[in-house]
């Protein structure tokens, strides 16, 4: 085996360096600093588990996305996470189904797909969010939304930008107000989603084209939302977007989108993706979802978001100031740099003669107790 | 698909609910606070990589025990990570080769293997350490063990004891001393393990028999070694351990037990043990190895522990203390909420009239301005 081949990792997967890891260390802190402030207290979920169970509590996992493979102790078959709202949907339907709702709870960890998403080629990324389980009100989007933006900012995050969007918008439109043939609604939703007003009249929806305009910054693009709305089918929709954007309008930038489809696959009425100045492509999205109940047992509204904050730490890492070391000399004494570390100090013993203060990074020496500048 | 078997999760892998949780966070904070004082940097690395790449830079890394599957994408065997170490170690051969030595890491994070570890079905486990790359000396060690004792206690073990072992003794004495055939090398070091001394004979080890009752607290048993060690080939690993006990004899309970090998698969002169009051088997090892350098290149002595906290988290969740919350009604006035988490509360939104202060865990309320008792 050649030396480079034995240390490749696989595409899409890479170590963080000091640096990175010390950016990542303080986002997921300040993070979770944040969730906790508002209630929201932490679950932490296996790697792997069945692939069944991953996909059973909500509508539109995609289990192809997952790295799967046969456990030897029970024959099944167990899939590495790829998101970890569903394993939080998964303990609210079971340990956590009599605790008292709303239910506030939090996360972060690693998740994995077998392939990267479009143009970003990362096969794990760090998912970190918060699952408001037992409403999917307006309150309880405002709720999200407002702490999304919170803990983006918190994490280190400047800019930052909230897409709203309604994932049941065609479904909700074509029940009632403008009816399609069931074939060609798959067709009305694509060229929506890909703004490509000739396809949506060839596909039969050119009733759905003033949609194609009601996007853009979100107060003009609600007006025209409205305005095309004559029937009001979507008039509890349109209120509760203006109810959601007025709590926030001051946190962040808001734009509508609302037949915009990726990244939806189980939101129910409300969906939103956040994004932050000089972080290519979203921070994360977010929005409102159904946990499937068991036998007989209605399904359970849920509100939340995730974030994936790992370009975000890459933009941190360039920032991040240098730190006070202090270096020990052979022989320090023992108390006074425990004295030191109490006190807010980072220290770096020396271990033989040959330890070079400065080539290990260190601004400060430790000489007859006190600690010099070098 | 029953209820209960879509949920089931698979053996030796579950969640932590929100008290477990909470301690979980505040083990790998503690400990990564101290790690951090001791200029040891955090990094990071995949939870999953090539097989190859896993095994490469260490010896004695069992790929048998991880997760294998075949990665679509480079159509190579790709393994689930089961020991953070050797990815250290990899790191510290490629990416960080140029850093000045000694080169100080911490890290942490969830590593599985396929089947549990004896009496323990735990699956997958919480792994946290420090490795110290570029020296495996006395000095190396102390500051190892030492660090090891202090992250543990941080973290909120309490009666913590330490048990050194030399992985390397039979070779040794083999080598030199104590001649053996060849071929009853590895049934002498089986005896030396399981204690047994009619079994030692039989392989033919019975000069070996006085280092089954060097065995026990550190300062009879190490006197007992150095009696034994009468041509003088342990003395340099006796002066070793002797120096590396008075470093840490007033903050551990220390014992000696030099042919243990159980978990020491790739240790060098030193390996130790750490246990804690109250949790049931280790916490954890750690001891000095070496790093495999590339073609013609020396391998790289290190040294480092690592701790395997779940059952310590376990145990820290029944002492955990009530929160104080602050639950904020209906209209509650935000300016003042958001004052109130700023001086350190918990506060939990109402989002509908049924929401119960009490119910959802809170100890008071917002009612004027003000936090009053419920």
């Given at each position: 085996m050649q030396e480079n081949d034995r240390d490749l990792l696989p595409e899409g997967l890479g170590d963080r360096l000091p640096q990175q890891a010390w950016a990542s260390q303080a986002v997921r802190r300040a993070a979770h600093d944040v969730l906790a402030s508002h209630g929201y207290t932490r679950v932490e979920t296996?790697?792997?588990?069945?692939?069944?169970?991953?996909?059973?509590?909500?509508?539109?996992?995609?289990?192809?996305?997952?790295?799967?493979?046969?456990?030897?102790?029970?024959?099944?078959?167990?899939?590495?996470?790829?998101?970890?709202?569903?394993?939080?949907?998964?303990?609210?339907?079971?340990g956590l189904a009599q605790a008292p709702r709303p239910l506030r709870l939090s996360y972060s960890g690693q998740v994995v797909t077998v392939k990267g998403d479009g143009l970003d080629p990362a096969r794990e990324r760090l998912q970190l969010g918060a699952e408001l389980i037992g409403t999917d009100s307006i309150d309880a989007v405002a709720e999200i939304v407002e702490l999304a933006i919170e803990t983006l900012r918190a994490a280190g995050a400047t800019g930052v930008s909230v897409d709203f969007t309604l994932p049941d918008l065609v479904d909700t439109l074509s029940a009632e107000a403008l009816p399609l043939p069931a074939a060609n609604i798959e067709a009305v939703r694509r060229m929506l989603d890909s703004k490509d007003a000739g396809g949506l009249v060839d596909a039969g929806g050119e009733t759905y084209?003033?949609?194609?305009?009601?996007?853009?910054?979100?107060?003009?693009?609600?007006?025209?939302?409205?305005?095309?709305?004559?029937?009001?089918?979507?008039?509890?929709?349109?209120?509760?977007?203006?109810?959601?954007?007025?709590?926030?309008?001051?946190?962040?930038?808001?734009?509508?989108?609302?037949?915009?489809?990726?990244?939806?696959?189980?939101?129910?009425w409300l969906g939103f993706t956040i994004y932050a100045d000089g972080i290519p492509g979203s921070m994360g999205r977010g929005g409102t979802y159904a946990i499937l109940g068991g036998a007989g047992l209605d399904p359970e509204p849920a509100t939340g978001f995730s974030l994936y904050p790992d370009r975000l730490i890459d933009v941190l890492v360039s920032g991040s100031s240098e730190e006070r070391k202090l270096f020990l000399p052979l022989g320090h004494d023992r108390e006074v740099a425990a004295r030191q570390r109490a006190i807010g100090w980072i220290t770096v013993a020396a271990l033989s003669e040959g330890d070079d203060a400065v080539a290990l990074g260190c601004s400060h020496r430790l000489e007859s107790g006190e600690a010099l500048e070098i």
């Amino acid at each position: 085996m050649q030396e480079n081949d034995r240390d490749l990792l696989p595409e899409g997967l890479g170590d963080r360096l000091p640096q990175q890891a010390w950016a990542s260390q303080a986002v997921r802190r300040a993070a979770h600093d944040v969730l906790a402030s508002h209630g929201y207290t932490r679950v932490e979920t296996p790697v792997l588990e069945f692939e069944k169970a991953l996909a059973s509590r909500m509508a539109g996992v995609q289990v192809r996305r997952m790295f799967r493979f046969m456990d030897p102790v029970s024959l099944r078959t167990l899939a590495l996470r790829s998101d970890i709202t569903a394993q939080v949907a998964r303990i609210a339907a079971t340990g956590l189904a009599q605790a008292p709702r709303p239910l506030r709870l939090s996360y972060s960890g690693q998740v994995v797909t077998v392939k990267g998403d479009g143009l970003d080629p990362a096969r794990e990324r760090l998912q970190l969010g918060a699952e408001l389980i037992g409403t999917d009100s307006i309150d309880a989007v405002a709720e999200i939304v407002e702490l999304a933006i919170e803990t983006l900012r918190a994490a280190g995050a400047t800019g930052v930008s909230v897409d709203f969007t309604l994932p049941d918008l065609v479904d909700t439109l074509s029940a009632e107000a403008l009816p399609l043939p069931a074939a060609n609604i798959e067709a009305v939703r694509r060229m929506l989603d890909s703004k490509d007003a000739g396809g949506l009249v060839d596909a039969g929806g050119e009733t759905y084209l003033p949609l194609l305009y009601a996007v853009g910054p979100f107060d003009a693009a609600i007006e025209r939302l409205a305005a095309f709305d004559v029937d009001g089918v979507l008039a509890s929709r349109i209120a509760g977007l203006r109810a959601i954007a007025a709590r926030v309008s001051d946190k962040a930038r808001l734009t509508l989108d609302p037949s915009e489809r990726h990244g939806f696959e189980y939101q129910s009425w409300l969906g939103f993706t956040i994004y932050a100045d000089g972080i290519p492509g979203s921070m994360g999205r977010g929005g409102t979802y159904a946990i499937l109940g068991g036998a007989g047992l209605d399904p359970e509204p849920a509100t939340g978001f995730s974030l994936y904050p790992d370009r975000l730490i890459d933009v941190l890492v360039s920032g991040s100031s240098e730190e006070r070391k202090l270096f020990l000399p052979l022989g320090h004494d023992r108390e006074v740099a425990a004295r030191q570390r109490a006190i807010g100090w980072i220290t770096v013993a020396a271990l033989s003669e040959g330890d070079d203060a400065v080539a290990l990074g260190c601004s400060h020496r430790l000489e007859s107790g006190e600690a010099l500048e070098i």
